[in-house]
């Protein structure tokens, strides 16, 4: 008796601390909360709730899962871990398919390269839509947008189309050769800088330096050289960021009116930052049009994607019609899918290589030989010349995936899983970051060894199904040449012309390398690192 006592109060407690995690956007709605679900939760009767066994309705062939707690259904067991460790935790205890339930939400996690390609190619066809929560429903245009638009819609074919073959096409991602070059200088610039204001010579803090470079290069890439209010959009994205990385009430419980009451705090939040995000990315339109009557001569310009899509919407010739808010929604995704993920990674590449000196010094090695004589980082030099650094970026991807859990898909059907019968409407996350840390596949999977990318057998196509960093099947990422581009002249840039280590002569094994909580996996801390001058800048 007294250990059900004790699993009660710790189950309440868990709720509690949940509900903290859950909504932090609204103080005094989330205190009438705490004191309602307490009270719910007491007069259920919970133990019988606490040791009853999972069971399929209709005999169905449920996914083993730790047993949900009423009303909030698995999300204790999420608590006190980032949800990908937390995730791997319990699918070690239930299984490579693991059913959740998140709030009302039931989810299936697949866990092993087994189940990944279940879902990402056997049943891809079936798996590929995203679950449209509400917050997610706001900040993608209402599913307007690529990322979360219906994958049986015409207009996601056609923007995935339009992505192959003109946005994110060789050939565009090659035409933004000057673009990466320009930027890669300004951040070796920027560096030298800093280190040289510094005395005696201390940290400069390289995440910050990472992720102004990837802002510049996407947001030129995207809008050209011009963008209003660059400062206000870049905190606007960090905060949609924020909101998508889920667990908020109303997305939680989608179906209750309660949830949505306490939960107004954040989808408030959710519509404000989506109308000062958009409000931006019309004014950014305006100042194309406007500049493009004032002059009839392109002469040699670039086209960047917003001059694609406003041709093609100019134009015609899609399957689909380009309305302004179709624009406003793909330029979103570009920004928002394509600068974080290339700045995460750059980031957790340059915290690897300070850990692991040997591999940073091959790799050094081998740039500054390839570069010898140079003063700067051309791309037509290094683009297919660096194959360790390449290792290193796979590596790198293999146990830092900026989206760990990929982005979720939703079953439109009910579908088998390795035996297991998925309801339609299951939502499915397949857990990349653990299926590239396991055992199984990776010998000694926790430590960085770029070499065993080595025979060249492993590489990004989303066909091998132990390495899925921008996931796999029809949904798969469609800017991973280009997120590579920028990843690769960066790191070329940094390696070449500076010495790295951490300030204060600490030990490289002591670099914190503990991620943040949020939709991708970043670094929790800055990496401030101290930058020794090695190749002379090119002024
Ligand atoms: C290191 C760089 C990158 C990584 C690791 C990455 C990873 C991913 C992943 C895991 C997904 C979900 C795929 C799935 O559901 O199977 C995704 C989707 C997507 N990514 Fe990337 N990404 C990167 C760079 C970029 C860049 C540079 C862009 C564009 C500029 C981009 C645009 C997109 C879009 C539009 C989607 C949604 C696709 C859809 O739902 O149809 N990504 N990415």
Redesign the pocket.
Known sequence: MISIRAHLRRSKNQVFAFLVMAETTAPSAFYTLLCLVGSIILLLKLTKAVFSKRRGAAGLNLPPGPCPLPVIGNMHSLLGALPHHAMRRLARRHGAVMLLRLGHVPTVVVSSPEAAREV?KTHDAVV?D?PLYVTANILSYGGQ?????P?GSRQ?KE??RL?ATE??SPKRVLSFRPIREEAAAGLVRSVAAAAASLSPPSAVNLSEMIKVLMNDV?MR??VGDTCPMREEFMAGLDEVLRLLAGFNLVDLFPGSRLARTLGAGSLRAAREVHERVNRIVLAIIQVLRESKQGSNDDGDRRDD?LDVLLRLQRDGGLDTVLTTQVVCA?LF???????E??A??TIWVMSELVRNPAVMQRAQSEVRQLLQGKTGVAEADVHGRLPYLQMVIKET?RLH???PL????SCSESVNILGYDIPKGTTVF?N?WAIGRDDKSWPDAEEFRPERFEDGTVD?S?TDFRF?????????????T???A??EIALASLLYHFNWKLPNGANPCELDMTEAYGITARRKTELLLQATPFVPIDQ
């Open positions: 990402l590929s995203r947008n690529i990322a979360f638009a994958s996601w923007l995935r992505c946005l994110l996407l890439c995207a994607i793909v995704d570009v920004f928002a899918a394509g600068s993920t290339t995460t990674t991807l995936p900026p989206l990929i982005l979720p898909r397949v990349a990004f989303g899925l960093p921008g996931g796999g099947g029809r949904r798969m990422c469609p800017g991973l280009f997120g590579f920028n990843i």
